[in-house]
């Protein structure tokens, strides 16, 4: 969420970033209605403080001015109100308005639609080829014995699957290879709950713009919503607290499950589990100093490289053009593994800055040594996301006899095991 005052001061900027990441808003709208809401407030100050006059009054006046005095009296509480109802439902109005608002972008962020905008801005490892007609995920996890698709369609839907076997024992392998890595930079492991309440929804930026991909838990009871990314819980660690200059920043790394309806992606990636409602994620989360922000911001990208090139996975670092960005970040960098069969790279990691834009509508401050207060900023990546790593990892490492060689870094937590072979 943004500042009132900042978009009230930099209409252009807001506007421009509204717009530039695709995301219809009204500043127009929301202007004047800080006006009407600063106008009426005025009014509703001056009538508190005559009706606080008036009754200090009342004690030194003769019976007759005291009937007097009362009748004002009753007359300005009925006025003041009727006034304070009116701004209150004016705040409320412009609440609601402010929320859709997104941050605006860097301005060295590349300008664009979608991800067809970004920009490579650095490689690892050239595209990996083969001598045979490689197999893409859905056939190496059948032949392996390792992915169930069909019984997954069955049992729960589309964009379902089941893990099997050695791929159970990588997805557990890649869980300590990733979490060793990314302890050792000093992020505190977490595991969160994995469902939430509205506020933290609205807290992190995924209420209201992205309502329509959170699952929802018995709305007319519990009226929880299943987290679409450990992001959500880790953000509400700190919910309406002021911390202390000295501790930040404060980084944790999360694992959980993660949910996500794909509304928007129909007719995409329909087969394997590039695209799934399901999976398993380690998310970083860093509350930073925002002096020091972009610093963070570049320690989250290098962890991300280190893990994705300790996989020796073939990939290109992009950064995120305005278009694609989102509500909440304001510059992005992803990671994109290659993807042999389908012979292009795919996202695979994401690390943002969200500025204050979290910290505002969660109410997460610190504290300076002169005792002022400032809002934190926020910051987030991608660890591992398993079923996009399965997918770069299984085409990526394949060979001519069906068999996947498993990347060194995680053979010591499967007992030392190679390769996974056709069953």
Known sequence: MLDIKFIVENKMLVQQGAEKKNIPVDIDKIIT???????????????????????????????????VLLEEMRTLKEKLQMKEQALEDLQEELDVLVLDVP?????????????????????????????????????????????????????????????????VLMEFALIQYALSTITAKGFNPILPPALVREKAMVGTGFFPADKNEIYSVNPE???????????????????????EEKDLPLRYVGFSPCFRREAGSYGKDTAGIIRVHQFDKIEMFTFAHPKRAKEEHQRIIDVEEEIVQGLEIPYQKVQVC?????????????????????????????CSNTTDFQSRRSKIRFKDAEGSKHYVYTLNGTGIAMPRMFVAILENNQNKDGSVTIPEVLRPYMGGKVTIEPQ
């Open 33 to 67: 209605l800080d006006g009407e809401r600063r106008a009426l407030l005025t009014e509703v100050e001056s009538l508190r403080a005559k009706q606080n006059s008036v009754s200090k009054e009342i004690p030194q006046k003769s019976d007759k001015e005291k009937e």
């Open 103 to 167: 941050n605006p972008p860097f301005t060295d962020v590349p300008d664009g639609k979608g991800d067809e905008d970004n920009v490579v801005t650095d490689t690892f490892l050239k595209p990996t080829t083969f001598d045979f007609k490689p197999k893409d995920h859905i056939q190496l996890g059948k032949q392996l014995d390792i992915l169930e698709l069909e019984k997954a369609a069955e049992t729960s839907g589309a964009r379902f699957y089941y893990v099997k076997n050695d791929l």
């Open 221 to 243: 009871d519990d009226n929880l919503f299943l987290i679409g990314t450990a992001e959500v819980p880790l953000c509400m660690l700190h919910y309406d607290e002021i911390l």
């Open 322 to 350: 305005s278009g694609d960005l989102g509500a909440p970040a304001a510059q992005k960098f992803d990671l994109e593994a290659w993807i042999p069969t389908q012979e292009k790279y795919r996202e695979i990691t994401s």
